[in-house]
């Protein structure tokens, strides 16, 4: 009876799971983890929607690379990307040398590229304007005479062919002080005086609300960045009627327009759903109803995603390490082998563990549960391991003595043994799973993670809250019903200590 | 019943036991007896199949004990130890009932059987329900004891059974022992290295020093024609309170 309970239940979770798992006939829009990238995606995901078509935008999904890379293997159909990114930082070794030239690599990978959507987003360096003017400096060149500048970059530009160090190889730029930072935390950088320089996207709010100096490029470094849509031909090809509408995006936005927009959702808090519902409504008459989510439903949703992420990986965990356990309890030659092993998958960080998931898995909920499931191997080996090593032998040998065959020794009395130590593993793998689940968001797997990133993108606090909150207090309730497991599985001879 | 022919065990680099030639009488109770590490336990681990002969072979009712042979034949012997070996995560009651359970016998077969040992120990049957940890000294070393006899084995193998016990619990314990083992006229091999014991039980006193048998008859004749100076000095060793009183006087 209890067993049907765990597999129904188990069962619940699998098709929670696949709430967030492509459906076949679903169009799916991906952006890039910033707000722009959001708001275009949403925009996309309206129009889109508004032909009767089944849309799921999958939010922020990662960097430039990711979300491409998701493109070219299908998992997303359309995102919104730049034409200067494209060029120097995708396809930098072929070094096209034009638009056409540009087309044709894409279609090589199976994509197509649309006409620009009406506006640039270039990237450009900014400081504080009191501060840039007490230094007089108004061209990127200028900074060479200044090497004591702190320089703050949005992570992918300190890395990307087309960001600092080529910028810093074109210009001769001396500065050293340089690193990576998430890019909406430069600004607040800026804003606290911690940092002197970053990157800046030039359809940016901030630029104009924190009153930046935009540097001008006068060794022309940077290349233009017309945003365009980039697709699927294989699903342009399949539902026409939908790309005919998508395709309505072009020319659409503006520079004020686009501003505007990324304006009122990291200013002034308003959810990217209704700005791009807003826009439509003004400039396609397009009448979106607009669901912006409430705070209950994103909650539900966030930890349905969030435990079945948790519940399927650890649940696969506990099948494969408790046998894992066993047997490197019984061969210990072996044994140092599989704890050795899995200890070094436990020191791989969580986060380069999510990113390697991705060539081998793709992106979403699949590689974060397996990323997840490597993280709980771990403590559930080991505790199953420490459980089984412990038992007395004269315990051990009591069993072997009145001839049970070794099948019964482990199961009636080595396995209820180490009932404790094995639970306790799981238990800690839980918790710790719990946490590590939050980073699944950077890969697309949802969770309480999305808010989290959301809020600091967005520098909202409360949205981090969102996320953090039910996070912990998960993790609290599993623990407390791991209490209650133990009181049901750990044997009560195990558990009295007084002579009655 | 139990033979056993040129057995040598060895510990790492310890001798245990060198060419031990031992043939235990049916029916009887033997006790092996010396000093600390003479390699009387190893006799029993041995025969019970928790280690294998170095050299040598085992013969326990003409059949020899070998590895494949192990579980068959140790349903035919009952082992107790000196803190008793009782699963502290079953009862009294399912540490006796455990092997009989595995062997398929039906909840009344095994009730019947606990019942009948428990009045054979004189356990208290509403103590039966207990969890180890709950039972004193002696009451855990009934339980064992008839977790042993549970498959009405035909030889017992007690190594120290009552080691454990404070004096008034051993004496309690020793004489329903020996009761039992009249009624069951079970062949016993008892390890112990108290003499006032293997006198007590023994119709058959092995005395052991480094792994080999150094003497072998009855109490009276290990009291009466000591073999060497060994044995005697080992009879000698062990003196009453009387005599330690009149030692200090």
Known sequence: MTRRIVISFLCGLLLAGNCFAADDRAIIVGSKNFTEGVVLGELIRAIAASTGATVVHRQALGGTRLVFNALVSGEIDIYAEYTGTLTHEIFAQNKPASNAELRDLLAEAGLVMSQSLGFRDNF????????????????ISDLRAHPELVFRFGTEFTERGDGWPGLRLHYGLPQLDVLGVEHDLAYRGLEAGDVDLTDLYTTDAEIAYYSLRTLEDDLGYFPPYEAVLLYRAELAQERPEVFAAILGMQGLIDEAQMIAMNSRVKLDG??????????????????????????????????????????????????????????????????????????????????????????????????????????????????????????????????????????????????????????????????????????????????????????????????????????????????????????????????????? | MLVLNQVSKNYSDVCALERCDLSIASGQTTVLIGPSGCGK???????????????????????????????????????????????????????????????????????????????????????????????????????????????????????????????????????????IFTELGKTVLMVTHDLGEAAFFGDTIVLLRDGRIVQQGAMKQLLREPADDFVRRFIQAQRSPLETMETIR
């Not at chain 2, 699963?87 to 009948?116: K, V, Y």
Request: glycine share 10%; charged share 20%; no cysteine.
């Open chain 1, 124 to 139: 450009a360096l900014g400081m504080r304007e009191p501060v840039a003017e007490r230094l007089n400096i108004r061209r």
């Open chain 1, 270 to 500: 308003v959810q990217e759903v209704l700005v791009a519902a807003d826009f439509l409504n003004e400039n396609l008459g397009i009448e979106v109803v607009a669901k912006s989510s409430t705070r209950m439903e994103r909650f539900w949703r966030y930890t349905r995603q969030h435990i079945a992420l948790v519940a399927i990986s650890l649940f696969a965990a506990i099948l494969i390490a408790v046998p894992l356990g066993i047997a490197a309890a019984r061969w210990r030659r072996l044994g140092h082998v599989i704890l050795g092993v899995v200890g070094i998958a436990q020191t791989i960080p969580a986060l380069a563990l999510l990113v390697f998931m991705i060539p081998l898995f793709g992106i979403g909920a699949g590689p974060a549960v397996i990323a997840l499931f490597i993280y709980s191997l771990l403590p559930i080996v080991r505790n199953t391991y420490t459980g089984l090593t412990t038992i007395p032998m004269q315990l051990l040998e009591s069993a072997e003595a009145l001839g049970l065959p070794a099948g019964a020794r482990l199961r009636l009395v080595e396995a209820p043994l180490a009932a404790v130590s094995i639970l306790g593993g799981i238990k800690t793998a839980a918790v710790i799973n719990i946490g590590a689940a939050t980073l699944g968001a950077l890969i697309g797997a949802g969770g309480y993670g999305q808010p989290i990133l959301a809020g600091i993108r967005l520098d909202d606090v409360g949205l981090i809250l969102e996320g953090a909150v039910p996070a912990a207090g998960l993790a609290i309730v599993v623990q407390l019903l791991f209490e209650w497991t133990e009181r049901a599985i750990v044997p009560r001879g195990l558990r009295v200590s007084t002579r009655a």
């Open chain 2, 41 to 179: 336990s190893t006799i029993l681990r041995l025969i019970i199949g928790l280690q294998i002969p170095d050299e040598g072979s085992i013969h326990f009712g003409g059949q020899l004990l070998e590895p494949a042979r192990l579980p068959d034949l140790r349903q035919r012997m009952g082992y107790v130890i000196q803190d008793g070996g009782l699963f502290p995560h079953l009862s009294a009651r399912d540490n006796a009932a455990l092997m009989a359970r595995h062997l398929g016998w039906s909840d009344e077969r095994i009730a019947t059987r606990i019942s009948e040992l428990a009045e054979l120990t004189h356990f208290p049957t509403d103590a039966l329900d207990r969890y180890p940890l709950q039972l004193s000294g002696g009451q855990q070393q009934r339980v064992s004891l008839i977790r042993a006899l549970m498959l009405d084995p035909e030889v017992l193998l007690l190594d120290e059974p009552l080691g454990a016990l404070d004096p008034m619990m051993r004496r309690d314990l020793e004489a329903d022992l020996r009761e």
